[in-house]
């Protein structure tokens, strides 16, 4: 079969590769599936950048989706049956409130999850405008490191005024948003902090900042999703995880939730196709995975074959 692989830190390359075989054949509970699409995640970026461990050569694609091939020797599902496929560890559940970095599909999920304050911020406008469309009540544009704006919370236009006093405005300020700027802003749409802090920009000053700017309300909970550098440490004081009785939860896959997901897909509740901004076939895949890197991919990108 052909496969995208990456054959060591900062080289991929699309080739034949043995198909898989179960080499003592088909357990009991076990199929054999067709691959029909796969999504491009963050962490096959830090794989490819050799950031998140692993053996090389590796095959991307941990989050795909197909058809079973083969069923079990013991079973009789439809050989047409539609499958994801869950990785194969535990996360955990979301709460009711949030601040959340990226937006738009955390948005979705917090909604979904029963939120009815959520705060998205992300240094995407586009995704910002998709998420106070998919019910982010505010939002916050962050700027790049590079860049000069200053961006204030803006309202969705559902909702009251910001704490500026308009909604969706924005101003310019001489140099990048400081740690100060931005916890006023978070002061002024939390005074008493979030009952849930999300991060899934894998950044470590983030986190740093979510716990010791107190963004997270007393018995409230930060969520880390994003992936950070392996190396990468924070400043943590444990008197102040106990005093505010802080909850700190990791989420490395969706093993817990994963049933709970596909029940919430199929009601239709979420519109999930927006969420997709880039199909391509599998000769894309290096091609795509550097533009994901420069920051051309603007949502969720997929694999089709």
């Known amino acids: 079969m052909r496969a995208a692989v990456i054959e060591q830190p900062g080289v991929v390359a699309i080739r034949d590769v ?37 053996v090389y ?46 937006a738009a599909p955390i948005t979705i999920a917090t909604l979904a999850g029963g939120a ?19 019910g982010a009540t505010h939002t916050v544009l962050l700027p790049k490191a590079d860049d000069s704006r200053a961006a204030k919370p803006e309202a969705n236009r559902n909702t009251a005024p910001d704490a500026n006093g308009g909604p969706g405005e ?53 969520l880390v999703f994003g992936v950070a550098p392996p190396r990468a440490r924070i400043n943590l004081s444990p008197y102040l995880v106990y005093r505010r009785d802080i909850t700190i939860v990791g989420s490395f896959a ?14 239709g509740r979420l519109d999930l196709e927006r969420l997709v901004s880039d199909r391509e076939p599998l000769d894309a895949f290096p091609d795509l995975l550097r533009r994901y890197g420069r920051g051309e991919v603007l949502l969720k990108a997929q694999i089709l074959f």
């Open 116 to 134: 009815t304050s959520i705060v998205a911020a992300d240094l995407r406008p586009e995704r910002l405008r998709l998420a106070r469309e998919l």
């Open 254 to 267: 969706v093993n817990a939730t994963f049933q709970a997901a596909l029940e919430l897909a199929a009601s």
């Open 170 to 222: 924005s101003s310019e300020n001489a140099g990048k948003l400081t740690g100060d700027e931005l916890d006023e802003i978070m002061r002024a749409l939390a005074p008493d902090g979030f009952e849930l802090v999300i991060d899934a920009s894998g950044s470590p000053s983030a986190v740093e900042m979510a716990l010791t700017r107190n963004w997270v309300t007393p018995g409230g909970v930060l």
């Open 18 to 54: 043995p198909d898989p075989v179960a080499e003592r054949g088909l357990g009991p509970d076990e199929v054999e599936i067709e691959v029909k699409a796969a999504g491009l995640c963050g962490t096959d970026w830090h794989i490819f950048r050799g950031e998140h461990g692993g």
């Open 57 to 102: 050569p590796i095959i991307p694609g941990h989050e795909f989706a197909g058809v079973v091939l083969r069923p079990a020797p013991t079973s009789t599902p439809n050989a047409s049956l539609l499958v994801l496929l869950s990785p194969p560890t535990p996360t955990s559940p979301a709460a009711s409130a949030a601040s959340v970095v990226p």
